[in-house]
């Protein structure tokens, strides 16, 4: 998308805090102009050109903080 903001997160650590705790040891989150566009393991999607990546392996991004009282397991 032309103008739009793009952050590609990779290798993190990721807590979907879903019904059934998911978590991804290493994931990859695609941000496009503030919202996630995709988030899982190697994602397979088409990262725009120009986009700022972020290397986050060992990492623990917290792109949105629904559930602000969560234990990590």
Known sequence: MP????IHIRQAR???L???GTEHE???LLII??????IGPHL????PAGAQ???AKCMLP????INAHFHSP
């Open 26 to 28: 290493e994931a990859d």
């Open 33 to 38: 102009d503030g919202c996630i566009a995709a």
């Open 18 to 20: 879903d019904d059934a």
């Open 14 to 16: 990721v807590l979907c």
């Open 53 to 55: 990546v972020i290397e």
């Open 62 to 65: 917290m792109p949105v903080l």
């Open 3 to 6: 103008g739009s903001t793009a």
């Open 44 to 47: 397979d999607v088409q990262v």
